[in-house]
């Protein structure tokens, strides 16, 4: 009998397709949610530029200026300088979101453990000055940061993956999970 | 039995009033501002603001607005919720009453000490935390404050109007106080667009699926088309089996089982009489009974489809009103807070 005449062809070819349109779908459908978080990150929910990742700038530069100030009053290879400056780099070579939270999470550290050193440190009334509404700068950019939609967008994706069947289906689409900047 | 029933009644009844229960304990208490005209821009719960600090803070703010488009609201309250700090309070409060995007909020909580002011989302660029924060250290410092919570109050309304006066232009009769949001000087306004084009990996998915999806139905109508070939040919007939050796038995061969097939009707020719004298001849050999059937007809009855269609038509969407432009407010305009700006924590 010809194979493609067998009822046993038949139904393992319609198991394979539905197999297949189940991976296509929900591989579509994740990628169109995750596209949504993406943007909330890169330029906003509404698109203004209100967003997680011009925050995430103004940090650096914040961090920038501190380590500047802190230049004139302490040493290159000062630890607190190298510590800071490298925190810094790491944060400009982030590439992924993931990564973009781990070098964060590094300059904040740096940054809450400088400042108190910086504020005992005899310097000119004007750095002082500067060095303090750098700091303040610096907090309210993590604010905005903690109270960015991307998190609820991102935590609302999570959820969904956790959910069955698409806690099974999203690993073999290979579609992840995305990290929340909350505090 | 009626155990288990007592058991999962109690059990859903438990989780119902957990449910009912914890709802409003999770939902924070916002304040309300009041509807009377101007008198949204102060409200003071804690009751720590004289009448004629209340009403100078009002007429700042009434002639900040009128001037540079700007809202600056004061709020004062005893204690924060459970779980917020000063700027979480200030960003709930904020949003839930939808100050102006070109607005500040000015929170103090009297009872611990704390106070916040919260911008817009127009002005976060233009007023940073550092500078708010400075201000508030100047009138609430950390040490040897006196209480007098009007001069405190009213000397941070008057530097923050400043403030804004010089990241505002002046607009004269506020013919600009809309909630305009203003794009940041960033490279990302290029990144803004209207319709996102579909990635790469939609593309390739939907026309994966789509070749998969027409495949499957032309497959489907070859089979069709084939299995109705098959049945419409003719059969074949089945070769006789050769003649038998040595006296073997002879079977006629069979013929093909056609369920629907009706034999031609024979009508036999009366037989002639015999030739006087006998017979003779052999007479014809007659088909033997002829069944008669008769297809049943197959009548078709076609359903007259009554296809149904309907518009329907969508209710008109209400237009939006917005607010501003006149020196009596009872309300907000409607905007929001990205979070952020500056104080006490």
């Not at chain 2, 119902?16 to 719960?45: G, H, K, M, R, W």
């Not at chain 2, 405190?152 to 400043?162: C, P």
């Not at chain 2, 006998?278 to 002829?290: A, D, E, K, Q, Y």
């Amino acid at each position: 009998m010809n194979f493609f005449e067998r009822k046993s062809t038949a139904r393992i070819f319609l198991i394979i397709c539905v197999f297949l349109s189940l991976l296509l779908g929900c591989g579509a459908s994740f990628s169109r949610m995750a596209g949504k978080v993406e943007k909330a990150y890169a330029k906003g929910e509404d698109g203004s530029g209100y967003c997680i990742a011009s925050d995430i700038d103004s940090l650096y530069e914040i961090s920038g200026n501190i380590n500047k100030i802190a230049k004139k009053y302490f040493d290159v290879s000062d630890s607190y300088v190298s510590a800071l400056q490298l925190a810094r780099g790491q944060l400009k070579d982030a590439s992924s979101i993931a990564e973009k939270k781990q070098a964060k999470l590094i300059v904040d550290s740096a940054v809450e453990a400088f400042y108190p050193v910086l504020q005992v440190t005899a310097m000119s009334e004007t750095d002082a000055k500067y060095v303090t509404r750098l700091y303040y700068d610096y907090r309210e950019a993590n604010d905005k940061i903690s109270h960015d939609s991307y998190n609820s967008l991102a935590a609302a994706y999570n959820a969904k993956l956790n959910v069955f069947p698409a806690n099974i289906l999203h690993k073999l689409v290979f579609a992840s999970p995305f990290v929340t900047f909350d505090k | 039995m009626k155990t288990c029933k007592k058991l999962l009644a109690s059990f859903l009844l438990l989780i119902f009033s957990v449910i009912f229960i914890a709802l409003p304990i999770s939902a924070v208490t916002i304040p309300q501002y009041s509807s009377a005209p101007n008198e949204l821009y102060v409200t003071d719960e804690a009751n720590i603001l004289s009448g004629q600090a209340t009403n100078k803070i009002i007429d700042k703010c009434v002639k900040l607005y009128e001037d540079y488009g700007v809202t600056l609201t004061v709020v004062t309250i005893d204690f924060l919720p459970d779980g917020y700090d000063s700027e979480e309070y200030a960003y709930e409060i904020y949003n839930s009453w939808g100050v102006d995007n070109d607005g500040l909020l000015f929170l103090v909580v009297a009872g611990e000490y704390k106070q916040w002011i919260a911008t817009g989302n127009s002005l976060t660029n233009k007023i940073s935390g550092g500078e708010l924060t400075e201000i508030i250290y100047e009138y609430f410092p950390d040490y040897n404050f006196d209480e007098d919570f009007d001069t405190a109050i009213l000397g941070v309304v008057t530097d923050v109007i400043a403030l804004a006066e010089n990241s505002y232009g002046y607009i004269g009769n506020n013919d600009n106080a809309t909630n305009n949001i203003v794009s940041p000087e960033t490279s990302y306004d290029t990144l803004v667009t209207d319709e996102e084009p579909a990635s790469f990996f939609d593309f390739i998915i939907g026309t994966v699926f789509i070749c998969v999806f027409f495949g499957v139905i032309i497959l489907i109508v070859v089979l069709i088309i084939t299995s109705i070939r098959r049945s419409a040919r003719a059969p074949r007939r089945a070769a006789p089996p050769p003649p038998p050796v040595n006296g073997g038995k002879y079977y006629a061969p069979r013929r093909p089982y056609r369920p629907f097939y009706t034999p031609p009707v024979h009508h036999h020719r009366p037989m002639s009489p015999p030739p006087p004298g006998g017979f003779g001849g052999i007479p014809p050999i007659g088909r033997p009974n002829s069944f008669n059937n008769s297809r049943p007809n197959s009548g078709s009855s076609s359903a007259g489809r009554t296809g149904f269609g309907g518009s329907s038509s969508r209710p008109g969407s209400s237009s939006h009103s917005s607010f501003g432009g006149s020196s009596s407010r009872s309300s907000f305009g409607g905007g929001g807070s990205r979070g952020g700006g500056g104080g006490r924590k």
